[in-house]
Each structure stands twice: as structure tokens, then as C-alpha cells.
């Protein structure tokens, strides 16, 4: 019966050492699926970590796009206003130097109307005395001529 018992006992250490070890297996292949898990876990919240950082690669990508489309389209408006305030200033010099070729053609004009019209009027003048002196001169030969026949 202690034979037995020993034998029991003995079987019973046995089974239960085997318990402990088959406990130990088991608890490390769960801390074994629990480090895999962590490191399921870690791995997945990098690639969602990924997921955001390239997604906001790509937004900063096309903010950058638009940022240089819009710098380029600015650039290109300034060089379109630069041109047309060249041609406006450009334009408004060559109108003020039109006026003021013209001012002094007609200035020009007025003045040479002028002196036609000064000449004019000695030219009058002239003839005036002319006619006077003709007149006299006429009134003398006239005279002569009357004291000739008298």
C-alpha cells in the first residue's frame, strides 16, 4: 500500500512537474503570442504612423505645387502689369511729346501769321505812302503842267 502510495505519489510529482513544465511552455509561447501581439500592434501603429506621415507628405507635396503655381501665375501677372505700365508710361511720353511738337507747329504757325500779318501792314503802310507820295508827286506834275500852259 506505501508502495503504492510512493508509486502514486511518484507519479503524482511527475505529472505534476509535467504540469509545471507544460504551465512554463505555455506561459511563454502566451507571452510569446503577447510580444507578437505588442509587436502586431507596434507594427500596425507605424504603418498607420507611415500612413500619416505620407498622406501629409503628399498635402505639403501639393500645397507646395499650388504655392509655386501661385507664385508662378503672380510672377507672370507683375511681368503683364511691368509690360503694360512700360507701354502706358511709354505711350503717355510719346502722347506728350506729340502735343508738344504740335503746340510748337501751331506756335510756329501763329508766330509766321503774325509777322504776315506786321508785314501786311507796313506793306500797307508802305503803299500808303507810296500813294501819298504819288499823289503829291502827280499834283506837282499836274501843277507844272497847268503853270506850263499858263
Known amino acids: 500500500l506505501e508502495e503504492k502510495l510512493m508509486n502514486r505519489q511518484h507519479v503524482l510529482s511527475k505529472m505534476a512537474s509535467q504540469m509545471q513544465l507544460k504551465s512554463k511552455r505555455l506561459n511563454e509561447k502566451i507571452d510569446t ?31 507646395e505645387k499650388v504655392r509655386r503655381f501661385l507664385q508662378s501665375k503672380a510672377q507672370k501677372i507683375k511681368q503683364t502689369s511691368d509690360l503694360k505700365f512700360a507701354k502706358a508710361k511709354e505711350l503717355s511720353e510719346s502722347l506728350k511729346k506729340s502735343r508738344e511738337e504740335k503746340f510748337e507747329e501751331l506756335f510756329t504757325k501763329y508766330e509766321q501769321i503774325d509777322q504776315r500779318i506786321e ?32
Open 33 to 63: 503570442v503577447k510580444a507578437n501581439a505588442k509587436l502586431i500592434k507596434n507594427n500596425h501603429e507605424s504603418r498607420l504612423f507611415a500612413s500619416h506621415v505620407e498622406r501629409s507628405a503628399k498635402h505639403q507635396e501639393k500645397e
Open 119 to 150: 508785314q501786311k501792314k507796313e506793306q500797307e503802310k508802305q503803299d500808303e505812302l507810296l500813294k501819298k507820295h504819288m499823289l503829291m508827286t502827280m499834283s506837282e506834275i499836274t501843277n507844272k503842267n497847268a503853270e506850263r500852259k499858263k
